[in-house]
């Protein structure tokens, strides 16, 4: 059975990333890229589907891991009757998309203990058993187009489609294993050693990171979460994933198992904003430019989602051999729901190029062209259904949310050409923007209920109506905004954390049943504080920042009566809304950063 989600921690190298559980088990590694077919798959199915272990023999007492400060380079310490070992696990930055390392560092601390390394390579996400063969410096495996070489002076045997590798690490001792992935139809890559790999790649992590602008009692976390966000960095295009991982469930034993290796519009932009307000300049040039390349044609064609170099065909499909983490079927590959229209990325791209503008990005007459373009579909197109941000499986609808998105777009358009940013017809849009805030108004808040709804003639609430006075569309003490913020505490609240909306209600064509989406507490926070209530907005951060594991991730939801993390892992929304709300808690004048300011 696969270790608790949230027994993972996270290493990467800018073009893919690894996860290594508590016990030392790497459970989950796509090769060469986020979205490339596994060769560590375990955390899907059993140990047959592919891992690496390394780890003491026998008990452990007591285990204690770390990042090295300011990287994303993994300590982990075990601790033996016997003795003190522990295990460095990093992946080098990748200087070339056609070579990945994961290099894992055996250290004796005190005593000596013995450990074992257990290797089982299963490429196509746990399907494909490669063709093993010993060499003198380890062991090479080949399966059509991937080759892997396994480096280490430690003796390695084989036996039932694993190796094995037994030795004892004594107090002062290295013992250094590298595995490189590289196309199988090249020569081996050369050797190089592990300890000069080590520094470099914690140099480069402490360089990126001490760009970083953010002060006060919250940096170690917005840190921490920030080199979270590069991690999930696809260097040599710039698209972002929202998730490094597929499939990990919203409610186990549940179907909501979803691929989330892609790079969403709506993530990537709250991910760029999170950058920005950060003072990662460079991060924000090169995502613009992603994104001009990806949605690059018609506007009414954009999608929601791309491959992380601009792909659009993100065929879904389920893999049956494997048995899902903790029974939780389907596990899927690939999304459906980049054939969705979703009105909403309109407004949050349009709202990024124009907060890149406000950070003081130089002018690209690409960008405003890109923009002029949505904003042509979007003076018309802003007036059909769609499928929300939630992305709901069932019919398309009138979501409140996605109309206040609109105006969004609408609104920043306004503004950069006021700010001389663009040329474009100011008064068609100004009167556009008025036109969306009215119909908003009239048709997305229910006078009976008090309260703005989910979609047009609904009765239900949602979460993402927090957004409302976080983007600007009314201020957060406008009675109906206040009354909107009362009504989501007392019905979607679950046990101190926010629901996306009551699932039971069927409008998402699933079962019910899920746990609290993590982002939408932090918007509530960001609420409370813009409203005055800066306390209860605190206390709510505070408490959200607890329910970090151990080295500080945090996954898409949240089980209160668990008390467990569930869905994709690591979550780029999840660690973008922390690095959001810290800066709006900062008491600088109060929340100074919000995207309303824009």
């Excluded at 190796?163 to 294993?177: D, K, M």
């Excluded at 690059?296 to 065929?315: C, F, K, N, S």
């Excluded at 109506?465 to 569309?473: H, K, S, T, W």
């Excluded at 629901?499 to 746990?515: A, F, K």
């Amino acid at each position: 059975m696969s270790s608790a989600i949230e027994d993972y921690a996270l290493i990467g190298n800018l073009c893919t990333t690894a996860l290594v559980d508590r016990a030392g088990s790497i459970d989950w590694l796509c090769i060469p890229r986020f979205d490339s077919s596994s060769c560590f798959a375990s955390i899907l199915g059993n140990t047959k589907n592919g891992r690496w272990l390394l780890a003491p023999q026998g008990d452990v007492k007591r285990v204690r891991r770390q990042y090295r400060d300011q990287t994303l380079v993994l300590e982990t310490e075990f601790e033996t009757e016997s003795g003190v070992a522990t295990v460095v696990d990093f992946m080098p930055i990748a200087d070339r998309p056609d070579q990945v390392d994961v290099v894992r560092i055996v250290r004796g601390i005190r005593g000596q203990v013995p450990m074992r390394a257990e290797l089982i390579l299963r490429f196509d996400y746990g399907r494909t058993i490669p063709w093993v063969r010993k060499r003198d410096y380890g062991l090479s495996a080949v399966s059509g187009p991937n080759a892997i070489a396994m480096r280490t002076e430690v003796p390695l045997r084989s036996e039932d489609y694993t190796t094995f590798a037994e030795f004892t690490i004594a107090e002062g001792q290295s013992v250094p294993f590298r595995m490189t992935w590289y196309p199988s139809n090249q020569d081996e890559p050369a050797d190089l050693d592990p300890l000069r790999m080590l520094s470099a790649t914690e140099d480069w992590w402490r360089d990126w990171a001490g760009r970083c602008k953010c002060q006060g009692e919250w940096r170690d976390p917005v840190l921490r979460s920030l080199i979270t966000l590069k991690a999930l960095t696809y260097a040599p295009t710039g698209g972002i994933v929202a998730a490094p991982t597929t499939s990990l469930p919203e409610c186990i034993g549940g179907p909501r198992n979803w691929d989330y290796r892609f790079s969403w519009l709506r993530d990537s932009t709250f991910t760029l904003y999170a950058l920005l307000i950060s003072g990662y300049i460079e991060e924000a040039r090169t995502w613009r430019e992603w994104l001009l390349r990806a949605i690059a044609g018609h506007p009414q064609d954009t999608q929601i989602m791309y491959g992380v170099a601009g792909e659009r065909m993100l065929t879904e499909l389920e893999l049956p051999w494997l048995t899902g983490y903790k029974n939780s079927v389907p596990v899927r590959i690939g999304n459906a729901a980049h054939e969705q229209f979703q009105l909403d990325v309109y407004g949050e791209v349009i709202d990024t190029l124009h907060a890149a503008r406000k950070y003081n990005l130089e002018a690209n007459d690409d960008a405003w062209r890109l923009q002029k373009a949505l904003m042509d579909f979007l003076e018309s197109g802003w007036k059909q259904p769609d499928e929300g941000i939630w992305e709901v499986r069932g019919p398309r609808r009138h979501f409140t949310h996605s109309k206040v998105m609109a105006w969004v777009a609408v609104d920043r358009s306004v503004k950069d050409i006021r700010r001389r940013y663009g040329e474009g017809p100011l008064d068609r849009w100004v009167a556009l923007r008025d036109e969306i805030h009215r119909d908003v108004c009239e048709h997305g808040f229910d006078a009976e209920r008090n309260a703005f709804v989910q979609y047009y003639g609904s009765k239900s609430l949602d979460a993402s109506l927090l957004m409302i006075p976080l983007v600007g569309f009314l201020p957060a003490k406008d009675p109906r905004v206040v009354s909107t913020v009362l009504a989501i505490q007392r019905e979607l609240m679950y046990h101190g954390l926010v629901l996306r909306y009551p699932t039971e209600t069927g409008v998402d064509g699933l079962p019910p049943g899920e746990g609290a989406f993590l982002p939408c507490t932090f918007w509530l926070a960001d609420n409370l504080a813009l409203a005055g209530r800066h306390q209860e907005a605190r206390d709510l951060f505070q408490h959200l920042l607890e329910l970090q594991n151990d080295v500080g991730l945090l996954s898409e939801e949240y089980d209160p009566v668990a008390r467990v993390q569930l869905g994709n892992f690591p979550q780029a929304f999840s660690h973008v809304s922390l690095v959001n709300t810290a800066h709006n808690l900062m008491p600088v004048e109060g929340p100074a950063t919000h995207r309303s300011k824009h």
